[in-house]
């Protein structure tokens, strides 16, 4: 079972800047890992993904102010938020696939996730 935990969170002023961490304990290979945020009243939404070969993905909203990077030694996946908004406090998940051996061979990268962390809050102040 892969547990993920993430960290970093925190209070910030708009403009600042935030490095989210998600170290993976357990089975650590997963096809695609990434990052979710929910805001209070609102839908989750995806933040950014990257998938074992090394392709990321972003939402229009990144717009790039933040980049996803994982070290494989670590087992850890990382968000890196610059130029923070108020529209991004949220609380953010990281969450993993299963291995793509385990998956139907129509899968596709990065649409299904099967492990989630408890979170951490982001709160931008204006």
């Known amino acids: 079972q892969l547990q993920l935990v993430e960290s970093g969170g925190g209070s910030v002023q708009a403009g600042g800047s935030l490095r989210l961490s998600c170290p993976a304990f357990g089975y650590a290979y997963s096809w695609c890992m990434g990052w979710f945020r929910q805001a209070p009243g609102k839908e989750r939404e995806a933040v950014a993904s990257v998938d074992s070969d090394g392709t990321t993905r972003y939402a229009d909203f990144v717009d790039g102010r933040f980049t996803i990077s994982k070290d494989t030694a670590k087992h850890t996946l990382y968000l890196q938020m610059n130029t923070l908004k108020p529209e991004d406090t949220a609380m953010y998940y990281c969450?993993?696939?299963?291995?793509?051996?385990?998956?139907?061979?129509?899968?596709?990268?990065?649409?299904?996730?099967?492990?989630w962390g408890q979170g951490t809050q982001v709160t931008v102040s204006s």
């Open positions: 969450a993993a696939s299963k291995p793509k051996w385990q998956l139907p061979p129509s899968s596709l990268a990065c649409t299904a996730f099967d492990y």
